[in-house]
């Protein structure tokens, strides 16, 4: 897993054994589909019946933005945050609203998904690529040049970073790339390509035939296709960019034992698999992958260099925005 050196300057953890107070309430904030985090906590509360979570869901735009304005306004309540990038994650560390777990359970782990100073990790590895309809297109797409052409471009979908984190991730990555750059989008716009939110706008599209091609995360694609919509996915010969949906808890938690037992349970081998069964590159040593998914070594994952893309982060929204309108 050594090439995701290149890409993330954090990223993970795994499981071990820690107590925390009966009858304790947690909060977290996640971008993780709302369907996904509800059998998360269910698996969880089966371990640990006596912490109860609460949730907050939206993409991790939308998280950051919530999470800030009650930081301004004094505090905020949330306790854990599972959002998609190790952008906003860095950001939040950066403040000083992380807390440091130093004694967290990584053993086994690849530290390319964890953060150095142990603030937060990664949780499992997502790609994006593309989904195309099989009742529209005749020819799979092989590259991500494939959707310049006027036909796929004027029938393509795409998340916004203004409100995907993997959307940031993607849009950081491709435009670092000297072959695409920023140009690559501003042709996709002019051929007709369109923004929605997030991922879940993207695969609704494409599944109802209403777009013919979307950027999209790998498991939404295969998770669909597996439940009978005509859609299959790509990952495209140039290389796709990558995720590891990063964990962390919140340095201002009431709940900090509690918190910490949920970080710990989803680095866990039971969370691991359920994560793979919910169609996730798991990242924990031993965790079988799910069925039909290509062997994640065989992947090329793009280059990229994080602290530039935070760096960018609020001038490169703009810039999308100023494209695909926001």
Same mark, same amino acid.
């Given at each position: 897993m050594s090439i995701f050196r290149t890409l993330f300057a954090a990223a993970f953890l795994a499981g071990s054994a820690l107590s925390a107070s009966a009858g304790e309430t947690i909060t977290v904030y996640t971008s993780q589909p709302q369907d996904q985090m509800t059998a998360v906590i269910n698996a969880f509360n089966a371990e640990y019946p006596d912490i109860k979570v609460e949730l907050f869901r939206s993409g991790t735009t939308e998280v950051m933005a919530k999470l800030q304005a009650e930081y301004a306004a004094g505090k905020s309540p949330a306790d854990v945050i599972l959002i998609a990038d190790t952008v906003a994650m860095t950001q939040l560390k950066n403040e000083g609203r992380l807390y440091t777990y130093a004694d967290a359970p990584v053993d086994g782990i690849d530290p390319a998904f964890i953060d150095k100073d142990k603030t937060y990790f990664g949780t499992k590895v997502i790609t994006t690529g593309i989904v195309y309809n099989t009742n529209l297109v005749k020819t799979a797409p092989s590259s991500w040049n494939d959707l310049l052409t006027a036909d796929a471009a004027k029938? +393509?979908?795409?998340?916004?970073?203004?409100?995907?984190?993997?959307?940031?991730?993607?849009?950081?990555?491709?435009? *670092?790339?000297?072959?695409?750059?920023?140009?690559?989008?501003?042709?996709?716009? #002019?051929?007709?390509?369109?923004?929605?939110?997030?991922?879940?706008?993207?695969?609704?599209?494409?599944?109802?035939?209403?777009?013919?091609?979307?950027?999209?995360?790998?498991?939404?694609?295969?998770?669909?296709? #597996?439940?009978?919509?005509?859609?299959?996915?790509?990952?495209?010969?140039?290389?796709?960019?990558?995720?590891?949906?990063?964990?962390?808890?919140? #340095?201002?938690?009431?709940?900090?034992?509690?918190?910490?037992?949920?970080? #710990?349970?989803? +680095?866990?081998?039971?969370? *691991?698999?359920?994560?793979?069964?919910?169609?996730?590159?798991?990242? +924990?040593?031993?965790?079988? *992958?799910?069925?039909?998914?290509?062997?994640?070594?065989?992947?090329?994952?793009?280059?990229?260099?994080?602290?530039?893309?935070?760096?960018?982060?609020k001038k490169a929204k703009e810039k999308f925005a100023d494209i695909f309108g926001g």
């Open positions: 029938s +393509l979908i795409m998340p916004s970073p203004l409100y995907s984190g993997a959307a940031v991730i993607h849009v950081g990555t491709v435009v *670092q790339q000297p072959e695409f750059g920023w140009d690559y989008f501003e042709k996709l716009a #002019k051929g007709g390509a369109v923004a929605g939110q997030g991922n879940g706008t993207v695969i609704e599209a494409v599944a109802r035939g209403e777009k013919a091609y979307g950027i999209i995360i790998e498991y939404m694609a295969l998770n669909a296709r #597996k439940k009978g919509s005509p859609v299959d996915f790509v990952f495209p010969r140039e290389g796709v960019s990558a995720i590891t949906q990063p964990i962390a808890v919140l #340095k201002d938690t009431d709940s900090l034992e509690a918190s910490k037992t949920f970080v #710990k349970w989803q +680095l866990s081998k039971t969370a *691991q698999e359920q994560a793979a069964s919910q169609g996730y590159f798991p990242i +924990l040593p031993g965790v079988a *992958q799910p069925a039909g998914y290509p062997d994640l070594m065989t992947l090329k994952i793009l280059p990229a260099d994080s602290a530039r893309m935070l760096a960018d982060d």
